[in-house]
């Protein structure tokens, strides 16, 4: 019993015979891949004592009761600021899904080839082929420097906060959302789409000047957002983060229970909880693989590195695996809305799964579906039928690809990522998952080309079976290590990472509420049952 009474400590921050006090950030260092260059000295940022944490418990678990309790729409209704902020400046996104379908759009752009590679062909985009080395070198130069940005943006927002590091004249790549991707991508599409007859230079001009229109609205809104109350709260500003919680919610709406403190107690006694569960360490990019850390790192990182293992690239890379087939130019195009709509329905049916289902059983009928949908492809490409069957079997295929990625690993893999990191190291850890989702895209810019282009491998629908071996080890790695954190709490995700708790066992597993001492109290169960009848997400 001593070690589920040492257990509960973690979560309360006190066992039975201790009395410590809080556990402080580590003193202030200059280097961005340790400990935060402003963190505040020790003697600072002590816990309260014995007397004031005593306090914060009880405030603590009813804050902790309440969240468990709220259906999604009390939680919309109660907490509308904060979910326009977030609405909002996900938008930034769309300038990334514009900017991928552009890069790819411009390969089979004839314009765009005589104008680069062969300027004295004519404009039949079948006469001219760009290399599949300069294919690669083309998309690979906006990835490398999104991993660029996305290792900077890390420390900025750690020293600086969240909202100024958005408002920087340089896109903060890791706070994505898959809907404004995906609206970024058809809005890119319809461009193209447009200018598919047009011959001359403004057919490449006008994609790249419609790039600009995104960046200052998102800036203006900016300015008026609130700053991230757990961000305060790790630099002792506690002041701050209350008012910064009063803003964020509808007091007139807000559930049965809910009161600032008590969301505050709980924001300080989860952050002195992780400082606790990995020994003081501060909130640096090593401090990611340290203790804890370490599993939460690897598994926010490969959760995300599945999203381009598993075939995505084929839909990247639509424009010019549509007219590799056959198709012409405003089939292509056709076709390329037409996914990328799918891919907002799939959205929106993940939606509906989230509220029912967890996201682990989404991410594994994920990969499981998309590895079925690409072996049925590898099948049509080895079984003889004709060109143009072959590509437009190839292309609805690729269509109900999209549609199950957008159903589940599309979007689910946003919120695993989110849930699975710490507080206190989440924007570092999610930029090192973004810099290995970004390194396997380097590696499918590679790869895709010289699978697709005529001049090089010249696979064809033959590269569905590349990708799935892929998929496969995706599933086989998704099974084992990614737990299930639907319906949890933060300091609950704390306890059953630093237990070292199976992935397979999250969800049967009972963790000790704030205060409890696990001898005789009732602690809370990772069943959702209750969870789910309030309409949980």
Known sequence: MGAFTNAA????????????????????????????????????????????????????????????????????????????????????????????????????????????????????????????????????????????????????????????????????????????????????????????????????????????????????FSLWAQESPWWLVRKGRNDEARKVLTKLVSQSRAPEGYSIDGQLAMIQLTNADELRETNGTGTG??????????????????????????????????????????????????FVIVQYALGLVGTAISWCLRGRVGRRTIELWGLFLLTFVLTICGIIAIIGLSAELTGWISGSLLLLYTLVYGCTIGLVTDDLVAELSSTRTKSKTINIARMGYNAFGVFNCVVTPYQLNPTALNWGMKTAWFWVVFCALCFVYAFFRIPEPRGRTYAEMDWL?????????FASTVVPRFGDEMEGEEGASSSVESYEKKGGG
């Open 9 to 220: 400590g973690r979560l309360t921050g006190r066992s039975k015979n201790e009395k410590e006090d809080e556990a402080t950030e580590p003193p202030p260092t200059t280097n961005i891949f340790g400990p935060d260059s402003t963190a505040i000295a020790p003697e600072t940022l002590r816990a309260q004592d014995a007397a004031e944490r005593d306090e914060r418990v009880p405030l603590a678990r009813q804050a902790t009761a309440v969240e468990k309790e709220m259906s999604t729409w009390t939680c919309v209704r109660a907490f509308w600021p904060a979910v326009l902020q977030a609405i909002i400046l996900s938008c930034a996104c769309i300038m990334e899904g514009f900017d991928l379908v552009l890069i790819t759009g411009f390969l089979t752009n004839p314009v765009f080839r005589r104008r680069y590679q062969c300027p004295d062909a004519s404009l039949d985009g079948k006469v001219c082929e760009i290399p599949a080395s300069w294919q690669s070198a083309i998309v690979i130069g906006p990835t490398v420097g999104q991993m660029a940005g996305v290792l900077l943006s890390g420390w900025l927002v750690e020293r600086f906060g969240y909202k100024r590091t958005f408002m920087a004249p340089w896109a903060y790549v890791t706070a994505w959302s898959n809907v404004c991707w995906i609206i970024g991508q058809c809005l890119g599409a319809v461009t193209q789409r447009a200018l598919v007859n047009n011959m001359t230079m403004l057919s490449i001009q006008i994609p790249l000047g419609l790039q600009w229109v995104f960046p200052l609205p998102i800036f203006i």
């Open 497 to 505: 990472f630093a237990e070292g708790i199976s992935a397979r066992k």
């Open 285 to 334: 990019y090593l401090d990611c693989f340290r203790g804890v850390n370490r599993r939460r790192t690897e598994i926010s990182t490969f959760t995300w590195v599945i999203q381009n293992a598993s075939g995505s690239a084929l839909m990247q890379w639509s424009p010019y695996f549509f007219q590799r087939a056959g198709m012409a130019s405003e089939q292509t195009w056709n």
